[in-house]
């Protein structure tokens, strides 16, 4: 039998689904492969005895950190609001930074990689973790490199992932890199889940963080420029449509909305290309054209920088069962229904 070892941390207040989901998707391997290949799975306390999540269940780990381990090919760090509690824990990073000495990979779900920060591991580390975590993590470890909007990011013998499902993408791609696509794939369809959605994919709308106060001035303008893609704009183009010069409008479109105006405005684009390409049957050429991109190349390029997947490996992935020739009938014109539609995704 093909056996792989892990070991998942447990603490007080972790992620219940942080454990769960990737302990289900790991079982159905040996399912799937009748018996042929399995993850032998220790839970492993950072306390003895029965260790309460935060939601509520509870679990009584086959370890704990003071207990002599097996050598583990992979270590799983669940997140949770109870990682503030424990995650510099001079017990905690000694444990992890042992077994980051002796296994093929250490991976941190959630804002679960702050234990492996205060371990060490994170130093001059790319990683990733929810959004809301991202400014507590900057200040915390400021050596670690933070690609704050990507489902998940593989460093070397480091994975780091975004919040609480993403625990499943992860477990999915580790499966690919022991078991194959094939296996990864049987896995995800089992679940009902994509076999793995891109790392890079945005964990939410690039439109969500850019909202101006309503009724600004600039809240209409970013209501044209949403209505208008398609249009070559320019700085100087959209401060004439205020009646700005284009300095007074860079200095003010930047402190509502905490980006540029073209910045803006090519997240706008990119946001639109992945609900073309979700829910409608349009070429690659017309998305671009309605979109505002020069090309389809210009439009991969974007896609490529932005969320390191081309458009129609993304229409594979993301794409509704239904298409039609139109934008799906969801109020997206707006910054507001933006933030709607992404907050459900």
């Keep these: 039998m093909n056996r792989i070892k892990v070991g998942m941390v447990v603490f007080p207040g972790f992620q219940l689904l942080d454990i769960a989901g990737p302990r289900d998707a790991f079982a159905e391997v040996r399912v799937l492969s ?87 591991l994170l130093d001059n580390r790319v990683v990733t973790t929810h959004w809301m975590d991202v400014p507590r993590l900057a200040a915390t470890f400021p050596k670690s490199r933070i690609e704050p909007d990507h489902i998940y990011v593989k460093d070397g013998g480091i994975y780091t992932t975004a919040g609480v499902t993403a625990g499943i993408d992860l477990a999915l791609a580790l499966i690919e890199e022991d078991y194959g696509r094939a296996m990864a794939l049987d896995v995800a369809k089992y679940l009902i889940v994509y076999l793995r959605r891109a790392g890079g994919q945005s964990q939410f709308s690039p439109l969500l963080e850019s909202q101006a106060a309503p009724h600004s001035q600039t809240t ?11 249009i070559d704009h320019t700085v100087a183009s959209l401060a004439e449509r205020v009646h700005m010069s284009a300095r007074n409008l860079a200095r ?14 090519a997240n706008a684009r990119i946001d ?9 049957d349009l070429s690659l050429r017309e998305i671009a054209k309605r979109c505002g991109f020069e090309s389809t190349d210009a439009l991969r390029r974007a896609f490529a920088r932005r969320l390191q997947i081309n458009p129609a490996d993304y229409r594979a992935r993301f794409r509704s069962e239904q298409t039609t020739g139109l934008l799906p009938q969801t109020p997206t014109n707006s910054v507001a229904a933006a933030k709607q539609v992404a907050r459900g995704r």
């Design 252 to 265: 003010t479109f930047s402190k509502e909305c905490g980006v540029t105006p073209m910045m803006f405005l």
């Design 34 to 120: 009748q018996g042929e290949c399995e993850y032998e799975i220790l839970t492993v306390g950072t306390t003895r005895g029965a260790i309460q999540s935060s939601s509520g269940m509870t679990i009584v780990p086959e370890r704990t950190i003071f207990d002599a381990c097996p050598d583990f090919d992979t270590v799983i760090v669940p997140g949770g609001l109870g990682i503030f509690e424990i995650f510099d824990d001079p017990a905690l990073s000694e444990w992890l930074h042992a077994h980051y000495r002796r296994a093929r990979r250490v991976c941190a779900i959630c804002n679960g990689l702050f234990a492996l920060g205060s371990a060490g």
């Design 272 to 280: 639109a290309a992945r609900r073309y390409l979700e829910g409608t």
């Design 220 to 230: 209409s303008l970013q209501q044209y420029i949403l209505d208008n893609l398609q």
